[in-house]
């Protein structure tokens, strides 16, 4: 193996410990704080308000900023669609990450394992890289594409293919790390090995059928490395 792509919200950054408390608020606020609104928003983003917690199988997970954006709309009978993307990427900047794991460490290890390092997020490329950037990591990549980077989003595989073509390699030497089906089957898609993570909201038993392997964190893939022989 010689370059893994990441995904990035719930696989390089621990899911709703980044963006439960986040959801909420966005959702009260764009319904107006209307308690029915409030509701039907939640339920459509899989999303549990009391809790402040996304649900397995919640659009957010997995989907482009694009397509939640519609969601919202459709539940607010509203088409203001450029004005709440720009809203939601915005206040999406200014979001304290909960790194899955320590970052620097975990990219310097990856590294001295002379390994071509990349993100492929469903998020835009901006909040993205100011995302990477701030847990100090985004000039240890190779490449970092969002769904608006001109490669599509997951899970087709245009975003991982793009990586292999940016670093020269193909697809058979290289993994797709995630934490959704989406991130597994861009990965499959692309012909390269796939590693599920549990730090989004996605359980083990629907990540195993479709990895190579399901670890608790990207803090254990050096090992499963160095144990396969990669």
């Not at 549990?48 to 997970?61: E, N, T």
């Amino acid at each position: 193996m010689k370059g893994v792509i990441f995904d990035k919200d719930g696989t390089l950054f621990d899911f709703n410990a980044t963006w439960g408390a986040w959801a909420g608020t966005m959702i009260s606020a764009e319904a107006g704080g209307d308690t029915s609104l409030i509701t039907a928003l939640s339920h459509r983003l899989g999303y549990d308000y009391g809790a402040g917690r996304f649900q397995p199988g919640s659009i957010v997970i997995a989907e482009t900023v694009d397509v939640v954006a519609d969601a919202i709309l459709d539940v607010l009978q509203k088409d203001d669609k450029p004005s709440l993307i720009q809203r939601m990427n915005a206040a999406a900047q200014q979001v304290p990450q909960a790194e899955a794991a320590p970052l620097i460490p975990f990219f310097e290890t990856m590294r001295s394992l002379n390994m071509k390092l990349g993100v492929a997020t469903n998020d835009t490329e901006g909040p993205a890289r100011t995302h990477l950037a701030r847990a100090g990591v985004v000039d240890m990549l190779d490449f970092v594409a969002g769904s608006d980077s001109g490669f599509g989003g997951k899970p087709a595989p245009g975003q991982l293919l793009a990586f292999c073509e940016a670093v020269g390699l193909t697809p058979e030497v290289c993994a797709m790390v995630g934490d959704s089906t989406h991130d597994l089957f861009a990965g499959q898609s692309a012909g390269m090995r796939t590693i599920g993570v549990l730090t989004g909201p996605a359980l083990r038993a629907e990540l195993e059928p479709h990895a190579d392997v399901v670890l608790d964190s990207i803090a254990d893939i050096p090992s499963w490395i160095a144990a396969n022989r990669l």
